[in-house]
């Protein structure tokens, strides 16, 4: 499985963007994909995930300004992200993998960061 994510840059605080990441290769070994997040000196957080079926999940911290949605045919996955401010300055990484019921989202597969930086 291959992911290729884009739509990282520079957006001014407030502004929104929109990451894509599109998935190739055996792509019937997953059921979902999530994005992720790391900032400097932190660590890799959850932002979102949505299974093939387009049920979406996101961490309670995550809720209200980013929108996680799927295009099953193009096996892409997209991050809507609004009102942004510099705390969500960081690299976004895809992944891939299998949600199971209701057990936590297991990334299998991982596709490069895109870095979103948002300035004031």
């Known amino acids: 499985v291959q992911l290729q994510a884009s739509g990282g840059g520079l957006v001014q605080t407030g502004g929104s963007l929109r990451l894509s990441c599109a998935a190739s290769?055996?792509?019937?070994?997953?059921?979902?994909m999530g994005w992720y997040r790391q900032a400097p000196g932190n660590r890799r957080e959850l932002v979102a995930t949505?299974?093939?079926?387009?049920?979406?999940n996101y961490p309670d911290s995550m809720k209200g300004r980013f929108t996680i949605s799927n295009d099953d045919a193009k096996n892409t996955v997209y991050l809507q992200m609004d009102s942004l401010n510099s705390e969500d300055t960081a690299v976004y990484s895809c992944?891939?993998?299998?949600?199971?019921?209701?057990?936590?989202?297991?990334?299998?597969?991982w596709g490069q960061g895109t870095l979103v930086t948002v300035s004031s």
């Open positions: 992944s891939a993998g299998l949600k199971l019921g209701d057990r936590p989202y297991n990334p299998m597969y």
């Open positions: 290769g055996s792509v019937f070994l997953f059921n979902a």
């Open positions: 949505v299974t093939t079926r387009g049920v979406a």
